[in-house]
C-alpha cells in the first residue's frame, strides 16, 4: 500500500518561506509523477507544482511561479517544495500526491490524475 507524508507546514510571516517535504513509501517511487496541491477553506483543490518521474520537467501555477520550487531525491523516496515569498493567498492545507506514470515527461496538473494522496499540512501565512 502507498503512502504519502507531509512535513514542514506552519506558520510563517508575510514573505516568510518554507520547505514542505513528503515521503513515499510502499511502491516504486521513481515510476511515480508527483504533485503538490493546495486547498483553502471554500475553495477547490488546485495544483501548484508538478514534477516528472526523473525531476527534468515541471510545473507550476501562474499564481506561484518564480516563488516555489519542486524537486524529488529518487533516492529518497522524497518529494518537496520550497516555498518562498510566501503571501497571505497561499495559506491553504497542501497535499502531496503521486500516479505512476508510464510517460517519463508526463506531470499530471489536476486532481484527477492522481491516485495516491498524503493526509495534507497546514501553511498559515500571518499578516
Known amino acids: 500500500q502507498v503512502q504519502l507524508v507531509e512535513s514542514g507546514g506552519g506558520l510563517v510571516q508575510v514573505g516568510g518561506s518554507l520547505r514542505l517535504s513528503c515521503a513515499v513509501s510502499?511502491?516504486?517511487?521513481?515510476?511515480?509523477?508527483m504533485g503538490w496541491f493546495r486547498q483553502a477553506p471554500g475553495k477547490e483543490r488546485e495544483c501548484v507544482a508538478a514534477i516528472n518521474r526523473s525531476g527534468g520537467r515541471t510545473y507550476y501555477s501562474d499564481s506561484v511561479k518564480g516563488r516555489f520550487t519542486i524537486s524529488r531525491d529518487n533516492a529518497k523516496n522524497t518529494v518537496y517544495l520550497q516555498m518562498n515569498s510566501l503571501e497571505p493567498e497561499d495559506t491553504a492545507v497542501y497535499y502531496c500526491a503521486a500516479e505512476p506514470v508510464s510517460n517519463i515527461f508526463s506531470r499530471p496538473t489536476t486532481p484527477q490524475g492522481y491516485t495516491h494522496w498524503g493526509q495534507g499540512t497546514q501553511v498559515t501565512v500571518s499578516s
Open positions: 510502499g511502491g516504486t517511487f521513481s515510476v511515480y509523477a
